[in-house]
């Protein structure tokens, strides 16, 4: 038995599994764990398949390329997360499915079958910590030997360690991989199992399929916030940065929202068409095009992609929320990149990268260069919306390394088309700026929005709940609810503000606003203005609106930060959409009202039951604005 195994403090139901393998492997370096992918250095493409009821199954193509691994799925549906894929398989509080309440029987049973499968298989162990080397925690991957792409994903999202350098490892998580169950008990479908067990001190992660996105990403995410909601902090769904303006005043920062509202985009430069000039919209009535003119840009500094853990050990005294990024690799999504030069930064590193990455729903040619904008093709023939690319933090430019104070923090939310005709939710302006009571408000709803491109299925108006990271959490909603309250409470010095992405009412924007309100943020050194210069916004929903607005000289037209004001939508049609939001805010909000729910928190709930003006919200938690 490898000496390494030593270093181990593991369960008795796992190292039964490991001593009953008949191999099992612990990589040391990440080199060698790409070499295992495929088997042998004369290997180009490999077919991962698994005995399904005697029949052989391909649960991915892995391919060789120049530089790094190309990974595709044959059925469209694994090529991006199924959002009702988490299970609870222990006993513990949760407003999430119990499996056995699913499936009709304990959980406990696949649990002990899964071992029994795994104990048949060789193996490969993946030490990593979730969390990060600095404040992460030690982890554990146990998956098929032949899955080998699915424990090098791992290792580039987490910490990998190599278990030679340190004495004692003891996992706090870990996570299982049996891909042909999601054949044999679950009709096909991603199915990924949580089940806490508080008396091992481990939380432990059944992996029924190979799709990195509910599992060695998500599934990692859903670790830290259990560990946050023990300890009493929380693990923000958001990215963040350091802008620096050209004048070099500097602001952090952070924005949150569900899957495609923005966080990616926080940290790319301004998107500029051929004559340099930024389109702000197209008003989909008319086709007019609108422009401004950006002579100089902020340098952007970037801290976190999407998950940005706030524990006690790194806050100080500063009265602002102080982050550092709970993670060593970003799932990039690339289907922005349609062709050379769309975004040079992730381009440059997704063609030459100083170490093999990992790619998903993207073509590939054996020993060629894959391409960042060659997205895979759905069996309709489109481009798969979902093309991912594994990117170490360590390669992106001027990524910061340390814990940073968050002077603002911003809400993105696909937003629909708006018009008279018809009316629906997507009247926020372009920059709206919402009292902490408010800002909470939305965190809990935080609706999915518009054409989510990173995960299937579609519905007109969805929420994602708590933080925009309910998703991925195994406990209760009410727990989260009061720890965010919390958080927010405790940094009155951290702004909140609102930002849409792909419309403003009429206009198509993609995601122009949040660029644009960032250069702008940046340059005021952040929500640092007078209350005489904010307009009541016509939804309280909505906070304040800026009366006016000028980026680099130039004024923004009140079209944009007052929707309401557009001719093809106008008062009435901008009212029918406050309409669809109130609703919508109701029937999400009544799954908070419970007994456990902080006196704050029921007091806030009370002001938007009673149609609250945008003061009343204040009134509850300060703006902090004069």
Request: hydrophobic letters at 35%; one cysteine or more.
């Amino acid at each position: 038995m490898n000496i390494l195994f030593e270093r181990f403090e593991l369960p008795e139901a796992l190292r039964k599994v490991i001593y009953n393998s008949p191999s099992v492997i612990i990589p040391t370096s990440k080199d060698q764990l790409f070499e295992l992918i495929f088997g042998n250095e004369y290997t180009d493409k490999i077919e991962v398949l698994y005995d399904v009821n005697g029949h052989p199954v391909k649960e991915a193509e892995v391919v060789r390329c120049k530089n790094g691994a190309a990974v595709n799925f044959p059925e469209d549906y694994m090529r991006r997360r199924d959002p009702d894929s988490m299970r609870i398989g222990d006993g513990l509080d949760t407003d999430k499915p119990r499996f056995e309440d699913v499936y009709g029987y304990s959980f406990d049973e696949l649990r002990t079958e899964t071992f029994r499968w795994l104990t048949r298989q060789e193996l490969i162990l993946v030490p990593f910590k979730s969390g990060g080397y600095d404040y992460g925690y030690d982890s554990l991957l146990v998956c098929p030997r032949n899955a080998a792409f699915f424990g090098f994903a791992m290792a580039q999202l987490q910490a990998f360690v190599d278990v030679r350098t340190v004495e004692h490892f003891k996992p706090r998580a870990v996570v299982y991989a049996a891909p042909p169950f999601r054949h044999t008990h679950f009709g096909g479908k991603q199915v990924v199992v949580h089940c806490r067990r508080p008396e091992i001190g481990i939380h432990e992660v059944f992996s029924y399929n190979l799709y990195p996105g509910p599992s060695a990403k998500k599934g990692i995410y859903a670790v830290l916030i259990d560990i946050g909601e023990q300890e009493g902090w929380v693990t923000a769904h958001a990215s963040s940065a350091r802008i620096i303006t050209p004048y070099e005043n500097e602001m952090v920062m952070m924005h949150e929202g569900a899957s495609g509202g923005g966080k990616s985009e926080l940290l790319q430069d301004v998107m500029r068409s051929g004559d340099g000039r930024v389109l702000l919209g197209v008003n989909l009535v008319s086709g007019e095009e609108s422009y401004i003119s950006m002579s100089d840009t902020c340098t952007i500094e970037p801290v976190t992609d999407d998950m940005a853990m706030c524990p006690p050990s790194i806050q100080d005294n500063s009265g602002k929320l102080v982050l550092t990024d709970g993670e060593d690799g970003w799932f990039v999504r690339v289907d922005g990149i349609t062709s050379y030069g769309c975004d040079p930064q992730y381009e440059k590193i997704s063609i030459s990268p100083s170490e093999p990455l990992m790619f998903l729903n993207l073509q590939a040619v054996p020993r060629a260069t894959c391409l960042p904008w060659e997205h895979s093709l759905d069996s309709d023939g489109r481009a798969c919306p979902n093309p991912r690319v594994i990117v170490p933090r360590r390669m992106v430019k001027n990524v910061v390394n340390s814990p940073v104070e968050v002077d603002v923090r911003s809400f993105g939310v696909r937003m629909p088309p708006a018009t008279a005709k018809e009316p629906t939710y997507g009247i926020m302006g372009l920059m709206q700026i919402v009292p902490p009571a408010l800002a909470w408000l939305w965190r809990l709803v935080a609706p999915r929005g518009f054409k989510n491109p990173s995960i299937s299925g579609e519905t007109p108006l969805a929420s994602e709940g708590v933080g925009s990271y309910w998703p991925f959490a195994t406990g209760k909603r009410v727990t989260q609810a009061n720890l965010l309250l919390e958080q927010i409470l405790s940094c009155p010095n951290t702004r909140y503000v609102l930002i849409p992405n792909q419309h403003i009412g009429t206009y198509r924007v993609g995601f122009a606003a949040e660029w644009i309100a960032r250069e702008y943020l940046a340059r005021r050194g952040g929500v640092n203005m007078k209350m005489d210069r904010l307009v009541p916004a016509r939804c309280p929903l909505m906070g304040y609106a800026l009366g006016e607005m000028k980026v680099d000289g130039q004024r923004i037209s009140s079209r944009f930060l007052r929707p309401e004001r557009q001719e093809h939508l106008g008062e009435k049609g901008y009212d029918k959409g406050a309409e669809i939001l109130y609703d919508f805010f109701a029937k999400v909000l009544s799954e908070y009202y419970r007994d456990e729910l902080s006196p704050t928190g029921r007091e806030i709930l009370e002001c938007f039951e009673s149609h609250g003006s945008v003061e009343d919200y204040c009134k509850i938690i300060p703006l902090g604005l004069k």
